[in-house]
């Protein structure tokens, strides 16, 4: 088993619509939780970084984070065509990882116009 | 900078030839990592460093692969008598401090024919 799963997707919405992208997790000591999109030929960018359970928002994008469950998720409001790339969950842990990021494999998301 | 620049963009070798490549991190940035993407967003942690000194190696192929981060330079991540299976993006990302969050430059494709 993956420390890490991701469903890879691929996801096809129409625009407006909610997405809803999921991680679970496996080593109950990671501690920091991101979520990264990444265009073709391009490197992974930062969307959302949450360190403790609950929910961050910023714009049309929501982190959620439930340690009990070992489940974290994305949500995109009111999506857009240029959302559309691959969704890259990742996370860390202070202790004997060093930092180190443990990504998923990626969702691969297509928002039509 | 502002941004982590990854330098060439891609990198042509034939087997058992050598191939260095080049990262400079965000200005005022003390941890640099670097990642190796294979078949399609399998991420691979390899090494980071804080500032010129190694911070994790626990993901470097101990025989073939070196990195460096030295003073007023970029950091390179270097390999010896490369094999097709070095076929790859490398990514570079780089944070302030260690639990802070990684930005990532856009890589360097590596083929190895």
């Known amino acids: 088993q993956k420390e890490v799963e991701q469903d890879p997707g691929p996801l096809s919405v129409p625009e407006g619509a909610i997405v809803s992208l999921n991680c679970t997790y496996s080593?109950?000591?990671?501690?920091?939780f991101m979520w990264y999109r990444q265009y073709s030929r391009k490197g992974p960018e930062l969307l959302m970084y949450t360190y403790s359970s609950g929910n961050k928002e910023d714009g049309r994008f929501t982190a959620q984070v439930d340690k009990s469950s070992k489940y974290i998720s994305l949500f995109i409001r009111d999506s857009q065509p240029s959302d559309s790339a691959t969704y890259l969950c990742?996370?860390?842990?202070?202790?004997?990882?060093?930092?180190?990021?443990?990504f998923g494999k990626g969702t691969l998301l297509t928002v039509n116009p | 900078g502002e941004e982590v620049a990854q330098t060439p963009k891609h990198l042509v070798r034939g087997e058992g030839q050598k191939a260095k490549l080049y990262c400079a991190p965000i200005?005022?940035?003390?941890?640099v990592f670097w990642y190796q993407q294979v078949l399609k967003n399998e991420f691979k942690f390899l090494i980071s460093?804080?500032?010129?000194?190694?911070?994790?190696e626990t993901g470097m192929p101990k025989e073939r692969f070196s990195a460096k981060c030295l003073p007023n330079s970029p950091c390179s991540l270097e390999i010896q008598a490369t094999k097709l299976e070095d076929s790859a993006v490398y990514f570079c990302a780089s944070s302030q401090f260690q639990d802070q969050p990684q930005h990532f430059g856009d890589g360097t494709r590596l083929s190895i024919l």
């Open positions: 460093f804080q500032n010129e000194n190694v911070f994790d």
């Open positions: 200005k005022g940035h003390s941890y």
């Open positions: 080593n109950s000591a990671f501690q920091y």
């Open positions: 990742a996370m860390s842990d202070s202790g004997g990882s060093n930092y180190k990021l443990t």
